[in-house]
């Protein structure tokens, strides 16, 4: 099993930025496929971006394509998410996973999960 821990999130005016940040400890994370989901009261949890082993490649839900970007620093057992151009939108609750050995937007195919962070983005 793999602890996650994320961090980075806040409030932020429309169209500004945040970086979040996800530290892995446990298992070895570098070996896996990380993501990024949000998740707002009483909706399901959807996918945002994910991330090869190797960093090599990601794979972003279309609503965040070309503002978010996602990242990994395997030295450092960590996956960020640089999110711009934030709209209200964007608020939810935002956590990190791993599990799988590939790309998926599948929340089942995840079996480690930090604990979330808040994003609040005001118009």
């Known amino acids: 099993q793999v602890q996650l821990v994320e961090s980075g999130g806040g409030l932020v005016q429309a169209g500004g930025s945040l970086r979040l940040s996800c530290a892995a400890s446990g298992r070895t994370s570098s070996s896996y496929a990380m993501g990024w989901f949000r998740q707002v009261p009483g909706k399901e949890r959807k996918f945002v971006a994910g991330?090869?082993?190797?960093?090599?490649?990601?794979y972003y839900a279309d609503s965040v394509k070309g503002r978010f970007t996602i990242s990994r620093d395997n030295a450092k057992n960590t996956v960020y998410l640089q999110m711009n151009n934030l709209k209200p939108e964007d608020t939810a609750v935002y956590y990190c996973?791993?599990?799988?050995?590939?790309?998926?937007?599948?929340?089942?195919?995840?079996?480690?999960w930090g604990q979330g962070t808040q994003v609040t983005v005001s118009s």
């Open positions: 991330i090869s082993w190797s960093g090599g490649s990601t």
């Open positions: 996973a791993t599990g799988p050995r590939t790309i998926t937007s599948m929340t089942a195919r995840y079996d480690s």
